[in-house]
């Protein structure tokens, strides 16, 4: 948490809303020892970034100087700002004391392990929450994938700890919800000019949050300002606009951001009994004057076409008086599909890959993942496209060629073949395991076959069993892993003292 002086919430009243830093000043500091078991489990979506980078989320409170931060390496948005809405009450009340005790029982606070319900406690509340796990099945409701055995009563539970209210969000660009979800798959630079820091960085989250299960592996920045560091980059004619979606409120952008391709200017989010204004879609050209109405300024023609069908059960459920959070679950339910229709054709052909299972063998090294070749994908649509799990028409064929170009495609690829890898390494781990097992057989009745040149092929796999039972970053069962400890320790001490003394410096 940092208490800071603030100039945010002048005018605006009571303010809270999420941003997001590039960490400086040396290597990144690990806050927990175990990112990489954490990563194992957790959605991509949820991961902690290899990469230097500070989620921060921000409340001020009106006719207060001073507003309270806290910060973080997890985007767990939904249970920070509801943390922070239990905290800054007495925070502004009584400043540091308030600070530290309540530091105090966030440090007793478990460690966040997916899969899991944890109970936080804090200033006489209990916060209840699931840590979303990688094997959920995408789309199902947290609330009713929790395990409430052995579990105190809980009176605040957070349904969600990332997810925001889509509708809300979205309310004025639902009829583009198409437009813009070919933006952020494809990486496209968005300049997101909202009235306040909050409505900024909520547009900003959920644009990032629509393509669920696939990871958005651009960068983003909820609410930027011109004293962010990276103020002149962002801003330069020189070079052209890297991939990343910004969210402003300054109208001085509106100038030094002109040549961005894409523009979403959006007003005050109000839930209401009828359809929000919808915003136009308009040339670049007419956003020149400080007064610029709310829009979409761009010149792209989406691949896919509108789906109507989607748009009148929003509506109908505007008319109905629909709970926003039903409306979300809708829209959410729809992006999560079209998603993965677009993703699942990849997913096999990728698969397809893979070297087959017999072809892994002890006696060699594990054999290589089939290069990704695009023109011979491409050729697989035409059975296995996207057309057997979405009614949508367009030009799919044009949508994955430029999606091959985004930093999307290349961060999938890229986590794609790093666990494939690992799957080939473990198999091949595995069947060491098994050869050194079935060689050697029951060790104490067969020492004097050690030394016979026929179980040398044993001795050469020893050093390879060993390096399996300390790849504990590898899926290798622990049962495996255990096996083969003892027959290593079985083997070694049967052999002669210098044998033994060079099987173990290997």
Partial sequence: FLPVISSVSGGLGDTQFSFRLRQSGGQRTAHYEDDGAYNREAPLTLQVSCVSVLYLHLLSKQKCCCSLVLVSRLPYVNLFQSLLQLIAPEYFDKLEPCL???????????????????????????????????????????????NQENLLPAPLVLPSIHELDLFRCFQPVLIHIQMLWELMLLGEPIVVMAPSPTVSSEMVLALTSCLAPLRYCCDYRPYFTIHDSEFKEYTTRTQAPPNIVVGVTNPF????????????????????????????????????????????????????????????????????????????????????????SFIIPLEHYIASLMPLQRAITPWKNPPQIRPFRQEDFMKTLEHAGPQLTCVLKGDWLGLYRRFFKSPNFDGWYRQRHKEMTQKLEAL???????????????????????????????????????????????????????????????????????????????
């Fill in 100 to 146: 530290e005790a309540v530091c105090n029982e966030i440090d007793q606070w478990p460690p966040p392990v997916p899969g899991q319900t944890l109970n936080l406690p804090v200033m006489g509340v209990v916060i209840q929450v699931r840590i979303p796990s990688r094997v959920d099945k995408p789309g199902s409701s947290p609330v009713k994938q929790f």
């Fill in 253 to 340: 952008f509106i100038k030094t951001l002109q040549h961005w391709p894409h523009i979403l200017r959006v007003g005050e989010l109000r839930m209401s009994g009828d359809l929000p204004k919808q915003v136009k879609v308009k040339k670049l050209a007419k956003l020149k004057t400080l007064d610029t109405k709310p829009g979409i300024y761009t010149s792209y023609k989406t691949f896919l076409h509108k789906d109507k069908t989607l748009i009148k059960r929003l509506l109908k459920g505007i008319q109905r008086k629909r709970p926003s959070e039903v409306q979300s679950a809708l829209l959410r339910r729809h992006l999560l599909e079209l998603t993965q």
């Fill in 428 to 506: 091949h781990l595995e069947a060491i395991c098994e050869a050194v097992r079935s060689s050697c057989g029951d060790y104490s009745q067969r020492r004097g076959n050690l030394l016979r040149p026929d179980t040398w092929d044993t001795r050469t796999l020893l050093p390879r069993a060993l390096e399996a039972s300390q790849c504990q970053h590898l899926p290798v069962k622990e049962e495996t892993l255990q096996r083969v400890s003892l027959y290593i320790e079985t083997i070694i001490g049967s052999l002669p003292e210098d044998l033994q003394t060079v099987l173990h410096h290997h």
